[in-house]
């Protein structure tokens, strides 16, 4: 084929693909650059080396990634890093499956952990759907925290989960990790402090039809005095100030369940003094994430004992 590049690739059934996609994104393994394709009844996906791959293919490159101004995508709409609504035109023409361009006016800030945004170009709205490993979420990005980035570690988690177990999401925004790890668990308790993330979050719990998710309006710290210590797991993603509500979580979770605590961080171990103070029991570190320059997203599982 002309125009075409040799790559590895892994092999998929179609019904299979969407799945396949996302542990490749998650792995950073998918070589974005070439077009997926079909063969036969199959979806090809180009990835990086040979390691897991099922062969090698001939792949179209994408045909104006290059060149499109740079931009990270959740759902239909697009996050741009330049406030120039003139690109922001030519990238909504550029992808076909965008519906906004969106420009964040502000850090993610204040207690529910959001972003003002300016439309650039598009339909004038900060909501849209989002798909991740065969769920979906309805997400409003000015009202409510919506991260794609922690697709692959919510896998991950669920990949560790034993049968039956009860699960609490203290900080649970719109419900992805919730959702996602329901599928393995009894029951989760999903809280969050945003009546608009709960919201959302009750939409969504419809939408991908978990009934055993249990979506709670509450201050996190206020839980340990309502709810019985009996969690075997625990998750805690308010990165930048879980710390001040770990004694609780201590306090809810049963001996021999597990913390995730996540964080950011500049070094690795930051916060083990503070997690050893609060808990006793196996710490195991991962990082997660880059997240600038001098900060990794970081989580800590902690064993209760
Ligand atoms: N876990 C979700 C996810 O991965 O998309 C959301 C994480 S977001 C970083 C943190 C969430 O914690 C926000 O939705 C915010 O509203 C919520 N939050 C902040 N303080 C809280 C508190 N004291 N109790 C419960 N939720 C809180």
Redesign the pocket.
Known sequence: MTGTREQWYVAVEPAGAEILRQDLLGRRILDRTLRPRRDGGRILFPVLGPEGATGRADFRPHPVAEDLPRHELVGGIALMQGKNPEEAHRLLRARPGLHTVLYPESA?EG????RRFTVLAGESTTRTRYTEYGMRFDIDLAV????AR?AHE?QHIAGMMGAGERVL??????????IALAAHARVVYA????PA?VHLMAENIMLNRRRNVVPVL????HLAGVLPRMFDRI?M???V?SAG?LTSAARLCREGGTIHFYALQSETGENLPLLRDVTCGRITERKVRSYSPAQHHAVYDVEMR
């Open positions: 993610v207690i529910y952990r959001t409510a925290y919506f991260s922690l919510r999401d203290l900080f649970a925004g719109v419900g992805p990790f919730a809280s969050d402090i945003n993330a509450a201050d996190a710290g998750i993603n308010l990165p100030s509500f």
